[in-house]
T-cell receptor, first 122, second 115 residues
Framework: ETGVTQTPRHLVMGMTNKKSLKCEQHLGHNAMYWYKQSAKKPLELMFV???????ENNSVPSRFSPECPNSSHLFLHLHTLQPEDSALYLCASSQEEGRLGTSGRLSTGELFFGEGSRLTVL | SQELEQSPQSLIVQEGKNLTINCTSS?????LYWYKQKYGEGLIFLMMLQKGGEEKSHEKITAKLDEKKQQSSLHITASQPSHAGIYLCGADIKLKGEYGNKLVFGAGTILRVKS
């Protein structure tokens, strides 16, 4: 138990469906992340929210739409997905996002991951 | 090409044997992380290295950071079936702008331990 909960754990959807993935953390963290994990590929960073503001959109197609209503919750809204979008979607949180500044570097630090949502697009 | 390369991609070892997994970055590292993942589950943090030459151990797992070579190694001594899983390295790398960094991951090394 890492303190990060993802629902649903498994989701099967057609290409015309609209669904959402939910992530919740009660660790008091200020940064939340969505990663995509496909077979034999590196984890792909999709979105980062730091203090509820989106700070990273890693060229993700618009059929994925993130929402962060507060520091504890993160959603990934899905619509008109493609079969190649089938993957394990992992949510993570950290104290805050790493930032390099003139005063020195601040590493991201430990990420706390949820168990993931296994998405299958038919 | 990937920013972090891990080798080997997969590994099968006999219980009790030692093994090493390597992670090499194509960019300057500002923090190197090792995580372990069981299939289909989330990642569990193992350790973080920040300074060149730094070495950390947790039970029978030791990780080292060679900042000059931009690489890290993870060494498991006397492997056990409980060590089986996917080991991923992650690293903070500098973004193009003056501020900000990004945490990226390697593709992972699948470890199987035979009893």
């Amino acid at each position: 138990e890492t303190g990060v909960t993802q629902t649903p754990r498994h989701l099967v959807m057609g290409m015309t469906n609209k669904k959402s993935l939910k992530c919740e953390q009660h660790l008091g963290h200020n940064a939340m992340y969505w990663y995509k994990q496909s077979a034999k590929k590196p984890l792909e960073l999709m979105f980062v929210y730091n203090f509820k503001e989106q700070t990273e959109n890693n060229s993700v197609p618009s059929r994925f739409s993130p929402e962060c209503p507060n520091s504890s919750h993160l959603f990934l809204h899905l619509h008109t997905l493609q079969p190649e979008d089938s993957a394990l979607y992992l949510c993570a949180s950290s104290q805050e996002e790493g930032r390099l500044g003139t005063s020195g570097r601040l590493s991201t630090g430990e990420l706390f991951f949820g168990e993931g949502s296994r998405l299958t697009v038919l | 090409s990937q920013e972090l390369e891990q080798s080997p991609q997969s590994l099968i070892v006999q219980e009790g044997k030692n093994l090493t997994i390597n992670c090499t970055s194509s960019k300057t590292l500002y923090g190197l992380y090792w995580y372990k993942q069981k299939y289909g589950e989330g990642l569990i943090f193992l350790m973080m290295l920040q300074k060149g030459g730094e070495e950390k151990s947790h039970e029978k797992i030791t990780a080292k950071l060679d900042e000059k070579k931009q690489q890290s190694s993870l060494h498991i001594t006397a492997s056990q079936p409980s060590h089986a899983g996917i080991y991923l390295c992650g690293a903070d790398i500098k973004l193009k702008g003056e501020y900000g960094n990004k945490l990226v991951f390697g593709a992972g090394t699948i470890l199987r331990v035979k009893s």
